[in-house]
């Protein structure tokens, strides 16, 4: 009877744990993205995932763990889509996709714009939270990165001119999404940021040699 007892495996108490990690760090990210970080309580986390808040921290950390986990996906999310937009033949259409895919993620709000998660709320954090500050940092250097590999390639594929700055072009780039994200953000409506978009793609690829689509040189 006695070895009975000891080999009988323990019952389970409660409930088993039951959610979908990235569909409960998205739903997090969704609650910081509107509320921002420090007005985020747990609570509005839990209330967000449906997780207790033992399953909460036993999955993601404390507040502060999880709003880092939710600033690198964001980021990953980005260069994903970044990436593939970049892929297009033709530079000026590269860029175009970029901005319509960011265009897509900062209207993405189910109450209006919700402009960049970056931008709309680590930046707050960033001057006293140092691993914030170093996600940011790290994420706008692979932007930098992204778009100047981008101009690279199309220099020379003998679509920019040879002397074109593909640094100085990444930057601004770079700078005119960012922009994009805080216009949204304030308000401004949807189509005249994909015209503000068309304009910048345009400019950016003229200042380095590039000719606009559907124009042929007259050589």
């Known amino acids: ?15 088993p744990r039951r959610y979908d990690y990235e569909t409960a760090l998205q739903q997090s990210m969704r ?21 207790n808040r033992p399953s909460l921290s036993a999955a993601f950390g404390d507040k502060h ?3 880092l986990k939710t600033l690198r996906s964001y980021w990953d999310a980005k260069f994903v889509a970044m990436e593939e937009a970049l892929g297009a033949e033709a530079l000026e259409e590269a860029l175009l996709r970029a901005y319509d895919s960011a ?7 189910d109450d209006g714009a919700v402009g960049c998660f970056v ?15 170093a996600i940011i940092d790290a994420g706008f ?12 390639q199309a220099r020379e594929a003998g679509e920019l001119e040879p002397a074109a700055d593909t640094g100085a072009l990444a930057v601004l780039a770079c ?5 994009l994200a ?12 994909r015209d503000i978009a068309r304009k910048a793609a345009y400019a950016i690829c003229r200042s380095a040699g590039a000719r606009p689509r559907g124009e042929t040189s007259t050589s």
Do not use: C, H
């Not at 265009?103 to 709000?109: K, P």
């Not at 931008?119 to 500050?133: H, I, S």
């Open 1 to 15: 009877m006695v070895q009975m007892e000891i080999d009988k495996k323990p019952q389970r108490r409660g409930r």
């Open 65 to 67: 763990a999880l709003y």
């Open 175 to 179: 700078a005119t999404m960012q922009n």
């Open 31 to 51: 609650t910081f993205w509107r509320k921002g970080y420090a007005g985020t309580s747990l609570y509005d986390i839990v209330a967000a995932t449906g997780m």
């Open 141 to 152: 250097r692979k932007l930098d990165a992204g778009f100047d590999a981008r101009f690279r």
């Open 119 to 133: 931008l709309g709320t680590a930046l707050a954090e960033a001057l006293g939270d140092a691993e914030v500050r």
């Open 103 to 109: 265009l897509s993620v900062y209207f993405s709000g």
């Open 182 to 193: 805080i216009r949204a953000r304030a308000g401004v409506p949807e189509d005249e940021l």
